[in-house]
């Protein structure tokens, strides 16, 4: 019985299905496993704030804070790996559906388009310098703004 | 020579963009343009569509600006192209989500004027529906409106709207008459993708102006257009359905009214959206302003969404018209943005 065709070509089918699985889920602990946060401007956002209202102001549907500061979105660009793990938690979206989202908003002249940046030192820097800012940067444990409390939580 | 009044719209863009840049504004210039082919009566055709400029800029703390221009082929034109104006609008956000808006508007009278404006890329399919050929919907006015959005738990908004409105010598200059253009809308987002609303819309159109295939109206007309809409674009499933019902008075032939309306669905499989869209237009004999006329069209066709910015459509019309008789034609569209 061992090693006749048939049962090569089975096992070789249970393994390439094997390999293709592991990497799948994989994949799918690493996109799950990157945790995001918010960080904002300390004139504006208050320091804690519920889901239901960060995908509001991220969606364009707040236009200002409560002490009447100009909201301005900042966010990692769509094609770096961060971005699209930002467009899933907060957007349920892919970076595409993310970008055609605001293309059209700001079409519409609905909504302020965010900021959107290459790297996080960059966002970071538009976060300190622009009153009424939030912007979402990944979880890494480095701290250089203080992350905005989130239904509890630091991180997401 | 170009008229005075395009020569002024022209030069207050220019200086609105000229002045942005200097100072270092959030200004963005993005644009839309199409090209598509067709197929009708054993002939082939290519068509150039309208190029779309859209300019938006941050002005200050609670002013913006939006302008969208459109550079399209006129038969008339010496150049064989024409620009045209379509929105020149100043927002100031007064409070929270309410905006004061000055300009030339796309009027909120239903979902598809107020959504998608000349950006074909975004366009569900490739025309607009048979109600807009047939300017049941009065598309823009220049005039002051307020506006509010996202209210609330159920997302409300609003829009209330003055303009000059239609009529003969009313333009994005001047009013012909005392009579304004009003326009109130109301709607709501309940869940996410979708958006349900209404609106009226009163003008009295004065005679003489030029509509339709009869010539310029003989008589003035108090127009009242009531329409509804509800639209949902979802993950998988897309619906899309509008209805107006104008009632047109006049000394004359007294009131009549026209019905026009459409349904759309589509259905997403990844990147490409099969639909169909059933159009429905019924112009009473006796109706001055819009063409007489019982119009029927089904459009079938498929939509490749390669990416936010580049979308091809396939679709085939048939139509069938008391006045300009039946009609079957293929057409494939490449929109994109820029």
Redesign the interface.
């Given at each position: 019985m061992r090693g006749t065709p048939a049962m090569k070509s089975i096992s070789k089918t249970l393994l390439l299905t094997l390999f293709m699985y592991s990497i799948a889920m994989v994949t799918r602990a690493q996109e799950t496993g990157e945790k995001i946060m918010l960080i904002a401007n300390p004139k504006g956002a208050p320091a804690e704030m519920k889901m239901s209202d960060v995908k509001s102001v991220f969606r364009g549907e707040k236009q200002r804070w409560a002490d009447g500061t100009q909201i301005s979105i900042a966010m990692m660009k769509t094609s770096t790996p961060i971005g699209e793990v930002i467009s899933h938690k907060i957007y349920n979206m892919n970076g595409n559906e993310l970008n055609k989202f605001w293309l059209a908003l700001v079409f519409q002249g609905k909504a302020k388009a965010p900021v959107f940046f290459n790297t996080r030192e960059e966002l970071e820097t538009y976060i300190k310098i622009t009153p009424g800012s939030i912007g979402v940067v990944e979880e890494d444990g480095s701290r250089t703004l203080t992350p905005l409390v989130i239904d509890g939580k630091k991180a997401l | 020579m170009i008229p005075l009044s395009r020569f002024i719209r022209c030069l207050l863009l220019l200086s609105i963009v000229t002045i942005s840049l200097a100072y270092g504004q959030?200004t963005?210039i993005?644009g839309f343009a199409e090209f598509h082919t067709t197929y009708q009566k054993d002939k082939l055709q290519f068509g150039l569509g309208e190029q779309d400029l859209?300019i938006?800029s941050?002005l200050g703390?609670?002013f913006?600006f939006?302008g969208e221009s459109v550079f399209k082929f006129e038969d008339a034109s010496p150049t064989l192209f024409n620009v045209s104006v379509e929105?020149i609008?100043i927002?100031y956000?007064f409070s929270?989500?309410h905006n004061l808006l000055v300009g030339k508007h796309h009027t909120p009278l239903n979902y598809w004027n107020?959504?998608y404006?000349h950006?074909r890329v975004?366009f569900p399919t490739i025309y607009r529906p048979d109600m807009f050929n047939e300017h049941v919907i009065p598309l823009h006015t220049t005039g002051i409106g307020l506006q509010g959005?996202?209210l609330g738990t159920l997302?409300f908004g609003y829009d209330l709207m003055v303009g000059n409105g239609i009529g003969n010598g009313s333009n994005d200059v001047s009013d012909n008459n005392r009579e304004k253009a009003f326009i109130g809308a109301v709607h709501i987002k309940p869940v996410d993708g979708m958006k349900t609303g209404v609106s009226y819309y009163h003008d009295v159109i004065s005679a003489g102006e030029a509509h339709g295939h009869d010539g310029p109206i003989l008589k003035e007309i108090n127009q009242q257009l009531f329409s509804g809409s509800i639209a949902y674009f979802g993950k998988k499933f897309e619906f899309l359905a509008e209805g107006t019902y104008a009632m047109d008075k006049n000394d004359s032939t007294g009131t009549k009214n026209t019905q026009a309306g459409y349904v759309y669905a589509g259905y997403r499989i990844r990147d490409i959206v099969p639909y169909i869209r059933a159009d429905y237009l019924k112009v009473p004999a006796g109706e001055l302003y819009f063409t007489h006329d019982t119009r029927t069209s089904l459009v079938i066709g498929i939509r490749d969404?390669i990416?936010?910015?580049t979308v091809v459509k396939l679709e085939f019309q048939h139509s069938e018209s008391d006045y300009t008789g039946n009609s079957n034609f293929v057409t494939a569209q490449i929109a994109v943005?820029f």
């Open positions: - | 959030e963005q993005r859209f938006t941050d703390n609670r913006s939006l929105r609008i927002k956000n929270g989500n107020d959504t404006h950006g975004f959005h996202d997302r969404e990416n936010y910015l943005g």
